[in-house]
């Protein structure tokens, strides 16, 4: 059964990078599929960060392209997502997910559990 | 940009129907998706293509999209549908959620 979990420090510094790993298991992720990871601010919604390919092709909000970057590491079967110069608008539950998608249809399953990063000094 | 717009909440009775809609521009001529998260957990998969309940998912959501309008239908809604729904799509290469309905079950 697939899984995802995310993990990294759950405080970051204003201005400084934040780095979260995604770990996935039951599927070897250079198989294909995409693996997005979304962001929930406290008491908010849901926001798409970015998605990355097994064969590494990438996509990002248009909102955050210019500071994030999502790579996938297929020796250790993992998701890696690089977000820089965080402000505290960046505080939230990052989830990373499976991102089926083709020409047409298009969702996220499995999510994994989330995990709260707060940026503060 | 796309924007997809849902309703801030839904009261629903046990037992009840309860519609959450979702609306965007030709929303129709492209798939939504939807998912539920119930406090302090993950979102959830529902319904995804419009209509294709994943398994595991009970039969009283169904999905449906036509028009501008994409619809999340939970037909004798229980106590544990109480949570959070939020429909999804695709749109210029890029993933766009709306902004999420909360369905309260009186």
Redesign the interface.
Known sequence: QLQVQESGPGLVKPWETLSLTCTVSGYTIRSGYYWGWIRQPPGKGLEWIGSASHIGTTDYSPSLNSRVTISLDTSKNQVSLKLTSVTAADTAVYFCARHVRDFVVNWFDPWGQGTLVTVSS | ?FELTQPPSVSVSPGQTATITCSGDKLGDK?A?W?QQRPGQ????VI??DSQR?SGIPERFSGSNSGNTATLTISGTQAMDEADY?C???DS????????TTVTVL
């Open positions: 940009s798939y998706s998912y993950s979102p959830v998969l995804s293509h994943p939020y999804q799509a695709w290469n890029s993933a766009v959620f709306g902004a999420g």
